[in-house]
Each structure stands twice: as structure tokens, then as C-alpha cells.
């Protein structure tokens, strides 16, 4: 059922117009759609991961995770997942959700429609036929939309989302407190938070800094009273 976004394609036609860098933009995400930013109700966040899987990465996270106990979303690439289907495959079966990224971290703009159309459901199949899991949510590379990929996305029965706290865990010089921090400049309480489970696009070892923020964003999601979900969890669609 489509009907919750049914302002798809009107979406799809305003993004074509203003532009895809806005979606950048958290007031200008928040004025193309509320809910690309991925909110949800008070009280409880969505925790996803992006970039992976990765060997070392997305097992040391899933590990914490379990610590925890929580369960979160990775959105991955079609071709980590084709290279790790095994790391694919764990992340499932410890109970977590798999949504897209893309098949290639690639800006979705500076590709022809067809392949950015192609991309996505290459990805798509890909992590349907080797997890198990046909995906539901999409989140593009840098957030960037583009027309064609709406539209593929749409047909998919994929549906777009952003975030709206990020912790700029892909910086070397990172650190678990660094992250938290940065987390907590963005909308936290019923928000959608961007962290990285892979160094694809990060400096290198930068995940490290992510696998040691999650204790401490336990302490604070805690004393906030703030549960964590998945994004199927956290998002009405
Ligand atoms: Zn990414």
C-alpha cells in the first residue's frame, strides 16, 4: 500500500524542480516531506547504519548491538552485500532489518536516468535473493534524490528516507563522545539517527569510533527515556 506517501509522485516532480541538493537541508527536508526525515513518534528513535556490510565493521556493531539489545536498520550497497553476503546474511538473522543504500555508492545525479534506475533495483534484487529480506525503506548515497530513482523507488515499494541527527562518524578523528555529541545537535527524540557501519566512504577505522559510541548513546537514550527501533518500527508507511 502506496497510500502513505501517496504524494509520491508530487514529490518526485518538486524535487525535480528545486533540486536535489536541497534535501541537504534539514528545513527544506522538512518542508519537501516530514517524513523523508524519517520521524516517528516521541519517545523512541530509529538507529541506522549505512555503507556496509563490512568484515570487520558491521560484525564488531552487530556485536554491541546484541550487547545492548537493540535492533537497528543497515542500509547497505548491493555490492558489499554480493562481497560479504555472509556479513548480509548475520545482520538478518541476529533479528536487525536491511534496507538500501544503492548497489553503488555513487551520486544518484551525476548518473543517466537508466542507471540510476538500474542501480536500485540491482540492489534491490540483490539484497532480497541473498538476505532473504526484501527491502522497504531507501536511503540514497549523501542523501541525494534524483527524479528516475523516486520513480524506480516508488515501483519497488521502497520508500525514500533520510535522518535528522547524523554523528559524523566518518571522520578519523572521531571519537565515541565526539559522536554522541554530534548526535545530539540533531533532532534526537522521535528522530531518525545516521551512523556508519563500514569505512567505504569514511577514513579509515573511522567505525571504530561508532562501535564506541553506542554504550554511551545507551546512557543517554536511557536517561531520556528514549527507546530504540528499527525503522520499520519507528516509521508509518
Ligand atoms: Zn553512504
Do not use: N
Not at 96 to 120: F, K
Amino acid at each position: 500500500m502506496r497510500g502513505k506517501w501517496g504524494g509520491g509522485a508530487a514529490l518526485a516532480a518538486v524535487a525535480a524542480q528545486v533540486g536535489p541538493a536541497v534535501t541537504w537541508l534539514p528545513a527544506a527536508r522538512r518542508a519537501l516531506a516530514p517524513g523523508l526525515a524519517g520521524r516517528g513518534p516521541r519517545g523512541g528513535v530509529a538507529l541506522t547504519f549505512d555503507d556496509g556490510p563490512h568484515p570487520e565493521a558491521t560484525p564488531a556493531i552487530l556485536d554491541v548491538l546484541d550487547r545492548l539489545g537493540w535492533t537497528a536498520t543497515f542500509f547497505v550497497l548491493g555490492e558489499q552485500v554480493r562481497r560479504y553476503a555472509d556479513v548480509a546474511t548475520e545482520v538478518v538473522r541476529r533479528g536487525h532489518e536491511v534496507a538500501l543504500h544503492g548497489d553503488a555508492h555513487r551520486y544518484l545525479i551525476a548518473r543517466t536516468p537508466r542507471a540510476a534506475r538500474d542501480d536500485l533495483h540491482r540492489a534491490f534484487d540483490t539484497v532480497a535473493a541473498l538476505t532473504g529480506q526484501p527491502p522497504l525503506w531507501w536511503r540514497p548515497p549523501y542523501g541525494v534524490l534524483s527524479g528516475p530513482a523516486l520513480v524506480a523507488a516508488r515501483g519497488l515499494g521502497v520508500r525514500p528516507v533520510l535522518w535528522s541527527a547524523w554523528g559524523r562518524d566518518w571522520r578519523s578523528a572521531a571519537t565515541g563522545e565526539s559522536v554522541v555529541a554530534d548526535l545530539e545537535r540533531g533532532e534526537v527524540d522521535g528522530g531518525m539517527l545516521l551512523l556508519h557501519d563500514s569505512d567505504l566512504t569514511s577514513d579509515p577505522g573511522a567505525w571504530r569510533s561508532t562501535v564506541a559510541a553506542l554504550p554511551l548513546l545507551a546512557e543517554r537514550l536511557g536517561a531520556g527515556g528514549l527507546a530504540v527501533r528499527t525503522v520499520g518500527e519507528h516509521v508509518r508507511r
